[in-house]
């Protein structure tokens, strides 16, 4: 069976220092992967999703970037953290194909920045 | 999409009646929904899907209506149960399976026992 795995659970960072948030995914090759962010009490934001090693799609210009050093591995980084990055972040992985399919969550990263 | 700024709204229920949370999707070339379920502090659940050439899909204790007239999502949960407290997203997709699924923007489902 497939597994999606998240870490840190939790992170406290201060205004400026960088980021690094890992997600990886067992059980399955060539997976799609997806990088969501929610705020406390709203709705899934979708960040960056990958198709393969070295390919990231940005949907929401910010100062985040993403990752994909290797297919089952999904990698968030920020160089500087501002406040306005606080929130609750998923990663999420979809199978190829004709589809379309569901997507799998992670159990998420609560990130704040202080 | 500008939804995810927005606090979501609330439905309360008591337990032991049905429950209907309703979602309305943009996108009228859209062939796949999916409703989720996130209880508090953890990633969003799967529970149900169906495709467009559908109008009816039926789980356990949970039904999916597609009304693809006025683009319309509802999920009907029978004899809620305390356990059934969630925020509830629906999410739309349509081409390949190389494309994000488009998530609208959820409700929270509080059970009052």
């Known amino acids: 069976s497939q597994t999606i795995h998240q870490w840190p659970a939790t992170l406290v960072q201060p205004v400026g220092s960088p980021l690094s948030l890992e997600c990886t995914v067992e059980g399955t090759s060539n997976p799609n992967l997806y990088w969501y962010r929610q705020a406390a009490g709203r709705g899934l934001q979708l960040l960056f999703y990958s198709v393969g090693i070295g390919q990231i799609s940005s949907e929401v210009p910010q100062n985040l970037s993403a990752s994909r050093p290797q297919d089952r591995q999904f990698i968030l980084s920020s160089k500087k953290l501002l406040l306005s990055d606080s929130g609750f972040y998923l990663c999420?992985?979809?199978?190829?194909?004709?589809?379309?399919?569901?997507?799998?969550f992670g159990p998420g990263t609560r990130l704040t920045v202080t | 999409g500008e939804s995810v700024g927005l606090h979501l709204p609330t439905l309360s229920v008591q337990e032991g009646d049905n429950s209907i949370i309703n979602c309305a999707y943009s996108n009228s070339a859209s062939d796949y929904f999916i409703w989720y379920k996130q209880e508090s502090g953890k990633g969003p659940q799967f529970i149900i899907d169906?495709?467009?050439?559908?109008d009816k899909r039926q789980g356990q204790r949970v039904t999916v209506l597609l009304n693809k007239t006025v683009k319309h999502l509802s999920l009907q949960i029978a004899a809620t149960q305390p356990g059934d407290s969630a925020v509830y997203f629906c999410?739309?997709?349509f081409g390949s399976g190389n494309t994000p699924l488009v998530f609208g923007k959820g409700t929270r489902l509080s059970v009052i026992a």
């Open positions: 169906i495709r467009s050439n559908m």
């Open positions: 999420a992985w979809s199978r190829k194909g004709s589809g379309p399919y569901e997507q799998y």
């Open positions: 999410a739309e997709n």
